[in-house]
């Protein structure tokens, strides 16, 4: 299978806990996004990379996120000192470098902060 | 901060009838992208709209932009049970890269 894959699929985590998520993309493809989606809602843009470069950050993510593609091919997704309102699906997409942008998503890391 | 709105949020309708959801934006868009997410799954792309007015179809799927690139279209024509989900627009403006995703039209359809 070739598709976008992350890991863990489902994290379980107390609140002020780290917790760290990894996406695998589709090897041929530059670009890579996260996003938060909670239920009921369209998904939520977190950050995106081209290759290595962290290119665009969501305004509204808290410095308790961090992310990164040290060789420009897996990206992870650091959440420090978790909050319940973490709670969400992480998910992780890429997408080649022509001109269609279409993104192809990963199955996705559901989080629940107890 | 840009916003896209999707409407409606919830449709019901008997399988085979038409099904249509429109996204809205404040500002004009570089481009326009749709997805389909089945329940428990993840967002599955369906198409880009990059030009005013442009118009596509899929089999029972048209899609459409509108001249001034700030509002799109899906029409469902006779629809199925296959045809369950909730469909998102992914709008991405002229002045970065991040998608702005709508709210989500969820179409549920009675056999």
């Known amino acids: 299978d070739t598709g976008v894959s992350q890991d863990p699929r489902h994290k379980i985590t107390k609140r002020g806990q780290n917790v760290t998520f990894r996406c695998d993309p589709i090897?041929?493809?530059?670009?890579l996004y996260w996003y938060r989606q909670t239920l009921g809602q369209g998904p939520e843009f977190l950050t995106y990379?081209?290759?290595?470069?962290?290119?665009?950050k969501s305004r509204l993510l808290s410095d308790r996120f961090s992310a990164e593609r040290p060789k420009g091919s897996f990206s992870t997704l650091e959440i420090q000192r978790t909050e319940q309102g973490d709670s969400a699906m992480y998910l992780c997409?890429?997408?080649?470098?022509?001109?269609?942008?279409?993104?192809?998503f990963g199955p996705g890391t559901r989080l629940t902060v107890t | 901060g840009q916003q896209v709105m999707q409407i409606p949020q919830y449709q019901h309708v008997q399988e085979g009838e038409d099904f249509t959801t429109y996204c809205n934006s404040s500002?004009?868009?570089?481009?326009i992208q749709w997805y389909k997410q089945r329940p428990g799954g993840h967002p599955v792309f369906l198409i880009q709209l990059v030009k005013s007015g442009e118009v596509k179809k899929q089999k029972r799927l048209t899609f459409q932009f509108g001249e001034a690139k700030k509002n799109s279209s899906l029409h469902i024509t006779a629809t199925q049970t296959t045809d369950v989900g909730t469909y998102f627009c992914?709008?991405?403006?002229?002045?970065?890269?991040?998608?702005?995703f709508g709210t989500g039209t969820s179409l549920t359809v009675i056999p």
């Open positions: 997409a890429s997408s080649p470098s022509t001109p269609t942008y279409e993104q192809y």
């Open positions: 990379f081209q290759n290595e470069a962290q290119l665009e």
């Open positions: 992914a709008a991405l403006t002229n002045t970065g890269n991040q998608f702005y």
């Open positions: 090897s041929e493809h530059n670009r």
């Open positions: 500002t004009t868009l570089s481009n």
